[in-house]
């Protein structure tokens, strides 16, 4: 099944001109969810948040665009190794991920576009797993599904 980029796109322009409401949103619900993963995290959040704000929009920019994501991808998730992220957090992501971008969609918030975000993080941290497992020890690291 391929993934709805255009409604991706489309609805990534709901979050857009929002910035650091989108982010704080994010981590307050990762948090409050997961506080085991808070120490994986600076105590000032303000360039994490843009971090992630950023990647946010270059990934949703480039979701049709595989040459440029997927060599991203790879470098964001080799990249996490040094913050000790491992398999079992993209879920956790991904969840806050999910329950932010349906909270400012609000009733834009459809079934389908639920899905098409849901195909695109699984997709992308998939990539980023594989990448940082062959960065990595195996037997410290072993890819599982980011479902």
Same mark, same amino acid.
């Given at each position: @099944? =391929?993934?709805? !980029?255009?409604?991706?796109?489309?609805? *990534?322009? +709901?979050?857009?001109?929002? %910035?650091?409401?989108?982010?704080?949103?994010?981590?307050?619900?990762?948090?409050?969810? $997961?506080?085991?993963? #808070?120490?994986?995290?600076?105590?000032?959040? %303000?360039?994490?948040?843009? #971090?992630?704000?950023?990647?946010?929009?270059?990934?949703?920019?480039?979701?049709?665009?595989?040459? =440029?994501?997927?060599?991203? +991808?790879?470098?964001? %998730?080799?990249? $996490?190794?040094?913050?000790? !992220?491992?398999?079992? $957090?993209?879920?956790?992501? %991904?969840?806050?991920?999910?329950? !932010?971008?349906? $909270?400012? =969609?609000?009733?834009? &918030?459809?079934?389908?576009?639920?899905? =098409? &975000?849901?195909?695109?993080?699984?997709?992308?941290?998939?990539? @980023?797993?594989? *990448? *940082?497992?062959?960065?990595?020890?195996?037997?410290?690291?072993?890819?599982?599904?980011?479902?």
């Amino acid at each position: @099944m =391929a993934i709805n !980029t255009d409604l991706i796109k489309a609805s *990534a322009q +709901l979050i857009a001109p929002l %910035g650091s409401k989108v982010t704080e949103y994010f981590y307050n619900t990762m948090f409050t969810d $997961h506080p085991e993963v #808070r120490k994986m995290f600076p105590a000032e959040m %303000g360039v994490q948040a843009q #971090r992630l704000f950023d990647s946010i929009v270059y990934i949703t920019s480039n979701i049709d665009k595989p040459d =440029a994501l997927v060599p991203y +991808l790879q470098r964001l %998730g080799s990249g $996490h190794i040094k913050f000790d !992220t491992r398999p079992e $957090h993209y879920p956790i992501v %991904g969840n806050s991920l999910m329950k !932010t971008l349906a $909270h400012f =969609a609000g009733p834009a &918030w459809t079934k389908e576009m639920a899905e =098409a &975000w849901s195909e695109a993080y699984n997709l992308a941290a998939s990539v @980023m797993i594989e *990448a *940082a497992s062959k960065s990595m020890d195996p037997a410290r690291y072993q890819p599982i599904s980011a479902k």
